[in-house]
């Protein structure tokens, strides 16, 4: 016989969105606490001292891709020819001081230009609007206060070519299949022809990689902990972060590097809000942040899945990171060869193939090619049209990086 143990109704507290993760989190074996909530007040100003230090070459990188290649940027998403204007929304904003740069752009392209910046943490979005609306009076900032992966609410729609902003290399903060279901979750908000720009951080050094996620300062250690503060602060915990010592790895496999905090003896924490106690074993870790690291091969396979083309990308001298401009698919139809049809044939992955059995659509600047048709054939499994329209399948030919 199996014993029914009570249902124990959860405290108020873990139905809140912080309460709820912390819960989970560190009920969960391994124990875990998702990287957005280190976003409180003081998170959002200690990542700001991240992006100054030496070590943290990210945001310094992007920077100056944006600042180098803003205007091309701006004039290949309106697109050349047609030159549509753009509204801009981005996703986890902060203070967007990168974005300024592209925003800049945008007004010399266009005059006037609406942005909208969502965020979990309302402080840096404030921050963000007086700032820009100062230094950019054409520009109208709207701010947002939302969590983007429980679903992005509905982007304006105003007659204007959309272009997302997932920048600063947050989408390496999701496993690769929830980077997918996260850029779905943007495409379903899209029209065809919508933009998406990302900014990806690549594969790199091991070492230049694990110093810049625990640089000399102890800034990005003071940014982890503070995640046990923001529990003692907001859920009534007593963790004394000094018994714990911030841990960056490099994890090869899985291609990420992993932030820990480890506990430094066997200790009992409590969380009162959430009436919890958390036992902790010497050396026993709370995981708290993935960042993923990928090559351009691994981009533009996300991209597909997610039912996006990619349009054109920009990388610094080093090619240590990457901003990928990429174009909302459509249904439709058409196929692709000669030369280049042969090189991405090679390239082609299982995923990409599987993008294209989800029947998205790929532009194309070639001839046909009987041999690629061929190879794809059992997953086109009879869609495939004439290349003028209805349902099939259209491959994206460019591939313009680095
Ligand atoms: C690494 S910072 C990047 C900030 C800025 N985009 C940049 O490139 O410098 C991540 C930002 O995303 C926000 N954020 C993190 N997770 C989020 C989520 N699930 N929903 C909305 N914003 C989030 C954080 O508050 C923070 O401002």
Redesign the pocket.
């Known amino acids: 016989m199996h014993s029914i143990s009570p249902i124990i109704p959860l405290p108020e507290a873990a139905q809140t969105p912080v309460g709820s993760e912390v819960y989970i989190g560190l009920t969960s074996r391994p124990k875990t606490l998702s990287?957005?909530l280190?976003?409180d007040e003081e998170?959002?100003r200690l990542?700001e001292r991240i992006?100054e230090l030496p070590e943290y070459y990210l945001?310094r990188t992007?920077r100056d891709i944006f600042a180098k290649h803003g205007d091309e940027i701006l004039a290949a998403a309106s697109g050349d020819r047609s030159g549509r204007q753009l509204t801009m929304i981005?996703?986890?904003?902060?203070?967007?001081?990168?974005?300024g740069l592209l925003l800049e752009a945008a007004v010399r392209r266009q005059g006037q230009v609406d942005y909208l910046a969502?965020?979990?943490?309302e402080s840096?979005l404030i921050l963000a609007k007086e700032r820009i609306e100062r230094e950019l009076p054409t520009v109208t900032v709207t701010p947002r206060v939302?969590?983007?992966?429980t679903g992005v609410a509905d982007f304006p729609a105003n007659g204007k070519r959309r272009m997302v902003l997932y920048?600063?290399?947050?989408i390496g903060?999701f496993e690769p299949p929830l980077a997918v279901n996260l850029l779905r979750d943007v495409r379903a908000h899209l029209s065809p022809g919508d933009r998406l720009l990302l900014?990806v951080d690549r594969v790199k050094d091991r070492s230049v990689l694990l110093h810049a996620y625990d640089d000399e300062s102890g800034v990005t250690g003071a940014f982890n902990k503070n995640v046990l503060e923001r529990i003692n602060r907001e859920l009534g915990g007593n963790f004394n972060t000094r018994l714990f010592r911030h841990r960056a790895r490099w994890n090869e496999e899985q291609s990420r590097i992993e932030m820990h905090l480890e506990s430094l003896i066997r200790q009992h924490v409590i969380v009162r809000a959430l009436d919890l106690e958390v036992r902790l074993g010497r050396g026993e870790t709370i995981h708290t942040e993935n960042s993923y690291k990928y090559t351009r091969e691994g981009v533009v396979n996300i991209l597909a899945r997610a039912g996006f083309c990619l349009t054109r990308c920009w990388t610094d001298e080093r090619e240590w990171f990457g901003v990928y401009l990429a174009t909302a698919g459509s249904r439709g139809v058409g196929w692709w060869g000669g030369d280049r049809g042969r090189e991405w044939q090679r390239r082609l992955t299982p995923d990409v193939i599987s993008a294209f059995a989800a029947g998205f659509l790929f532009e194309t600047d070639f001839a046909d090619d009987d041999s690629l048709v061929q190879s794809l054939a059992h997953v086109i499994d009879g869609k495939r049209g004439d290349g003028g329209g209805g349902e099939g399948f259209h491959l994206n030919a460019r591939w313009s990086c680095g």
Do not use: H, Q, R
Not at 90 to 99: H, N, Q, V
Not at 118 to 121: F, H, K, L, P, T
Not at 146 to 149: L, V
């Open positions: 990287p957005w280190f976003y998170g959002s990542f992006t945001t992007e981005e996703l986890g904003a902060g203070t967007a001081a990168k974005t969502i965020d979990v943490s840096p939302a969590d983007y992966t920048i600063g290399s947050s903060n900014g």
